[in-house]
């Protein structure tokens, strides 16, 4: 198993989030927030995960407070948030650092020293695509939409 499904996060509602039954699935890891210009990202991720669950593909939110403290919310108020907004139902984590000194041990992963694609974490919404077997296979910028197409051949080739 790789480090990735070794991680445990916990979800919106407090509940254990361990992300060993994603081994075998590809994954798009998103840091996301509810009062960004961006936030219309939901929607798309939302219309990805449902396109392509059902081959393996599953979509993790997880809210980060650290760009403009655009998720200022509780936990419960983003679930309420994305539901019904934007009608989410992939997984969504609680909150968590992506950047400095109290970085969550997964984007420690993702992009901290000696990742595959090292760096801070630029804004809400930026993407990781993670491998059936945990390898982080790519990196997409906060602009780049669900829809983009560079992005969608990325879950395809995953997905075999």
């Not at 254990?16 to 009062?35: D, F, H, I, Y």
């Not at 650290?66 to 983003?78: L, N």
């Not at 989410?88 to 020293?113: D, I, Q, T």
Request: proline fraction near 8%.
């Amino acid at each position: 198993m790789s480090a990735f499904h070794d991680l445990n996060l916990r979800a919106l509602d407090g509940q254990e989030l361990p992300l060993a039954p994603l081994k075998g699935q590809v994954v798009l890891v998103v840091n996301v927030a509810s009062k960004c210009g961006l936030t219309p990202q939901y929607a798309g991720l939302e219309k990805l995960y449902q396109q392509y669950r059902d081959r393996g593909f599953s979509v993790l939110g997880l809210p980060c407070n650290q760009f403009a403290g655009q998720e200022p919310g509780s936990e419960e108020e983003i679930r309420e948030f994305c539901e019904l907004n934007y009608g989410v139902s992939f997984p969504l984590g609680s909150k968590l650092e992506v950047n400095g000194p109290g970085r969550h041990p997964l984007y420690r992963l993702l992009a901290g020293e000696g990742a595959e694609f090292p760096g801070d974490i630029t804004w809400n919404f930026e993407k990781f695509l993670v491998g059936q077997d945990g390898r982080v296979l790519a990196r997409f910028s906060p602009r780049t939409l669900p829809e983009d197409p560079a992005l969608i051949q990325a879950i395809e080739k995953a997905l075999g």
